[in-house]
């Protein structure tokens, strides 16, 4: 079912008449046959030539990569860094900083915490993450995640450019898995074959899925031209 939140994406050097439609969904749950269900809600909705944007989150959800936030045990040092993290940063719980000090190791986050504090200084940002790479930067803690899963820690998904394929086939159209939010930031993780995904990141900057309880982890991108006007790949890749 189409949201009643849609959007007309105005974005500089894209042709107009593009849109964007937040799909609800059932709660996404872990062991959900994801392809299944992307596939029954878009149903209708998504056509060749569209692409189906999923939420990372929903993604790593039905992976089994949401972690009950009471059952981690966080250290003095991860509490102290989730201390020093600012308050929009993925990793501000000291549960999410504990499941980065497991997975990266306690120097490599040390260094990359004293590299983000001096970049800082100068006015850079996100040096942490930089350092640490992707997998830490797709952690989402659980003030960022919908109930039940607001007590959870969700980590990145598994192999999203195979299961962006995965869910193409399944969806008849194209499939990018993402990460956007509310600050004006959107990244493509995984993509099926031939997706342009400068446009899709374009298009998916205002975050039209949104960042609270919408249940709408999928977002149709569609691009309509006037009649009479000339076609236009807008999302396939050069």
């Known amino acids: 079912m189409v949201s009643r939140r849609s959007f007309t994406v105005d974005v500089p050097g894209m042709p107009p008449r593009i849109v964007a439609l937040p799909v609800r969904t059932p709660l996404v749950r872990p062991g959900d ?51 020093r993290a600012g308050s929009y940063s993925t990793v501000c719980q000291p549960e999410s900083m504990q499941l980065v000090l497991e997975s990266a190791g306690t120097l490599k986050v040390l260094a990359a915490a004293a590299a983000g504090a001096a ?25 960022g995640t919908m109930p039940p899963y607001d007590t959870h820690i969700v980590l990145g998904p598994k192999e999203p450019q195979q299961t962006a394929a995965r869910l193409a086939q399944a969806c008849g159209c194209a499939v990018c898995i993402v990460d956007a939010n509310d600050l004006g930031k959107a990244e493509v993780l995984g993509a099926s074959p031939g997706v342009n995904e400068a446009a899709v990141r374009a298009c998916l900057l205002h975050n039209p899925a949104g960042n609270a309880d919408e249940q709408t982890p999928l977002v149709v991108l569609k691009y309509r031209p006037q009649r009479g006007s000339p076609p236009h790949a807008v999302f396939l890749a050069a």
């Open 33 to 83: 046959d994801l392809p299944d269900l992307v596939a029954r809600c878009v149903r209708g909705i998504a056509q060749p030539g569209d692409v189906v944007c999923v939420a990372e989150t929903a993604v790593a959800i039905a992976q089994g990569r949401a972690l009950a936030a009471p059952y981690i045990r966080p250290s003095r040092l991860a509490r102290m860094l989730a201390r």
């Open 119 to 143: 970049g800082r200084l100068i006015g850079r940002r996100g040096d942490f993450y930089r350092i640490l790479g992707p997998e830490v930067a797709e952690i989402d803690g659980y003030t």
